[in-house]
């Protein structure tokens, strides 16, 4: 499960020129995934010995960051 925060603000400088500042705040939560992985190509993925399954686990703690751009922008 997760959310994201965004925002923006344009400013014009001219006719056909602005100024442009987004701002971006995702939030995930908690993933545990541990399983076998699905089909690949035309084969099920095994380990180096070519018959043990290949299995995975992923865990990511929560993640959140803030992402601020700025721009320029011309219309034609």
Known sequence: MGYQVLAGLERPLG???SSV???RWPRFETLNDIGEWQLIRSHVPVQADGVTPF???HEFDPNSYLGVT??????F
């Open 70 to 75: 700025a721009g320029l922008r011309y219309s």
């Open 15 to 17: 006719d056909r020129t």
């Open 55 to 57: 299995v995975s686990a």
């Open 21 to 23: 500042v987004k701002d």
